[in-house]
């Protein structure tokens, strides 16, 4: 299964692993791509902030970081969430922890399909995206 789940530094499972992996399967299809193997790592908001000032240079929490090590036949990544951050955001966009996750979940495989949200227009047509796949969730 090209679709890895682990924790680190924190205990967390999963729920709906099979129906998950097969929802982010069939959003990289759309794409005609192929999943190499991608990997989700749930951590805590500590260790993503660590991260993201060992690599990216920046000193903010942040609920997901994507590392990319795709080549031109497939998408290799290690995708790092914070669950402590989605649970944060769940409750403060008023959505439930398994939607925001959800979205924080596909906003990282978007990412590796060439999806940007660093100015106005990257981030609106990232949200539709995110949108428009969590609709395909089954």
Same mark, same amino acid.
């Given at each position: 299964?090209?679709?890895?789940?682990?924790?680190q530094?924190?205990?967390?499972?999963?729920?709906?692993?099979?129906?998950?992996?097969?929802?982010?399967?069939?959003?990289?299809? *759309?794409?005609r791509?192929?999943a190499?193997e991608?990997?989700?790592?749930?951590?805590?908001?500590?260790?993503?902030?660590?991260?993201?000032k060992?690599?990216l240079?920046?000193k903010?929490?942040?609920?997901?970081?994507?590392?990319?090590?795709?080549?031109?036949?497939?998408?290799?990544?290690?995708?790092?969430?914070?669950?402590?951050?989605?649970?944060?955001?769940?409750?403060?966009?008023?959505?439930t922890?398994? *939607?925001?996750?959800?979205?924080?979940?596909?906003?990282?495989?978007?990412?590796?399909?060439?999806?940007?949200?660093?100015?106005?227009?990257?981030?609106?047509?990232?949200r539709?995206?995110?949108?428009?796949?969590?609709?395909?969730?089954?």
């Open positions: 299964m090209p679709v890895h789940y682990f924790s530094d924190i205990r967390f499972t999963l729920k709906n692993k099979p129906r998950v992996t097969k929802w982010l399967l069939t959003v990289i299809r *759309s794409h791509k192929k190499g991608i990997n989700f790592i749930f951590s805590s908001d500590e260790h993503l902030f660590n991260l993201n060992q690599y240079k920046h903010s929490y942040t609920d997901i970081i994507t590392f990319e090590y795709s080549t031109d036949k497939e998408l290799l990544s290690d995708i790092f969430i914070s669950v402590e951050r989605v649970k944060e955001n769940a409750k403060k966009f008023k959505t922890f398994e *939607s925001e996750l959800h979205r924080v979940m596909v906003h990282g495989v978007l990412h590796l399909l060439g999806y940007k949200d660093k100015k106005p227009a990257e981030k609106k047509k990232m539709t995206a995110e949108e428009k796949f969590l609709k395909q969730l089954p």
